[in-house]
């Protein structure tokens, strides 16, 4: 009868340890899914939904010192007709962009 009784009480202490994990298990999901849908924000040109793990303050001048050091390593090209090309194909992928995203 003790030696039953012992049994029964750990299992019964077994099953509420697994209730808890359980338990700290749905808590953690709920605040990760949280966490996104707060950090969730709106692409002003297409109304998308996004989700920002760094912010733009950030990035921003991070990608410029990037593209100077690029400028820095690597020399601009001097033919005015293949700059004058390449200022025309990035005008118009510009405005094609900007179309679709609007449409």
């Known amino acids: 009868m003790f030696f039953l009784r012992i049994n029964i009480e750990f299992v019964i202490l077994k099953n509420n ?3 808890k994990k359980l338990k700290m298990k749905k808590l953690f999901s709920l605040a990760i899914v949280l966490l996104f849908m707060v950090s969730c924000s709106t ?7 996004r989700i920002n793990l760094v912010n733009d303050a950030q990035i921003l001048p991070t990608s410029f010192a990037q593209y100077n050091a690029f400028l ?3 020399r ?3 033919d005015a007709t293949k700059t004058n090309q390449i200022i025309s194909i990035g005008l118009r992928i510009s405005k094609s ?3 679709f995203m609007r449409a």
Not at 43 to 49: E, L, N, Q, T
């Open 17 to 19: 340890n697994n209730f």
């Open 43 to 49: 692409v002003p040109i297409s109304g998308r939904k």
């Open 72 to 74: 820095k390593e690597n």
């Open 76 to 78: 601009v090209s001097t």
């Open 97 to 99: 962009v900007d179309k």
